[in-house]
């Protein structure tokens, strides 16, 4: 079936340092791809999407590429903030079984 | 302003008792989801409703029970036949299936 696989946490990094968290799935047919972030005690809020290959979606300074050879949706980053920690989770839709399919959430911990 | 709401923000069940989260939204969203988050964990769909008056089933179904009589309402109730509740709860509604979905601020179920 489908599935998303994120690098484990923590990432731990300075303030402006540069940041990538790796995600790579496994899907049949054409998915979207999913950002989400979800500070301490909160729900998850969308930081990017998209939605065929070769799409960037970006917000924020984040920023992530569907790259349907490698099968990858890298979050990176170019200069990370202390408000950056937060848990990220991959995701993608789920076209035969109308359901999104998350990874298991990279934790990033930025210290000043 | 438009959103989605859950309530209560903590809520503790003793055994053998029935609790009911609620989850509301003014996004106008056909479809609603109920996710269980546990610690250091991605997230688990526990039901979903793509229109009112019909859910189906998610991953972990066992021991929850849900309703869609309005659009705007997705309550969940966690039964006493859920052996091991505690977790955190995330309501979240989608205009349609695979567009972003919205997630609520979620609930806390604590076992007294």
């Known amino acids: 079936g489908n599935s998303v696989t994120q690098m484990e946490g923590p990432v731990t990094l300075s303030e402006e340092a540069f940041l990538t968290i790796n995600c790579t799935y496994t899907a049949t047919g054409y998915p979207s791809l999913f950002w989400y972030v979800q500070y301490p005690g909160e729900g998850l809020q969308l930081l990017l999407k998209?939605?065929?290959?070769?799409d960037k979606g970006s917000n924020k300074g984040f920023e992530a590429t569907y790259r349907k050879e490698t099968t990858s949706f890298h979050l990176e980053k170019g200069s990370v903030q202390v408000s950056d920690s937060a848990v990220y989770f991959c995701a993608l839709s789920d076209r035969n079984t109308d359901k999104l399919i998350f990874g298991t959430g990279t934790r990033l911990q930025v210290f000043p | 302003d438009g959103g989605i709401t859950q309530s209560p923000k903590y809520l503790f069940r003793k055994e053998g008792q029935n609790v009911t989260l609620s989850c509301e939204q003014n996004l106008n969203h056909d479809a609603m989801y109920w996710y269980r988050q546990d610690p250091g964990q991605g997230l688990r769909l526990i039901y979903y409703?793509?229109?009112?008056?019909?859910?189906q089933k998610g991953d972990i179904a066992e021991g929850y029970s849900v309703s869609r009589e309005k659009k705007e309402s997705f309550p969940l109730t966690v039964t006493s036949a859920q052996k091991n509740p505690t977790a955190f709860y995330l309501c979240?509604?989608?205009?349609?299936?695979?567009?972003?979905?919205?997630f609520g601020p979620g609930t806390r179920l604590l076992v007294l």
């Open positions: 979240a509604s989608s205009r349609d299936f695979p567009e972003t979905q919205y």
């Open positions: 409703s793509q229109i009112v008056n019909d859910f």
């Open positions: 998209a939605t065929k290959a070769d």
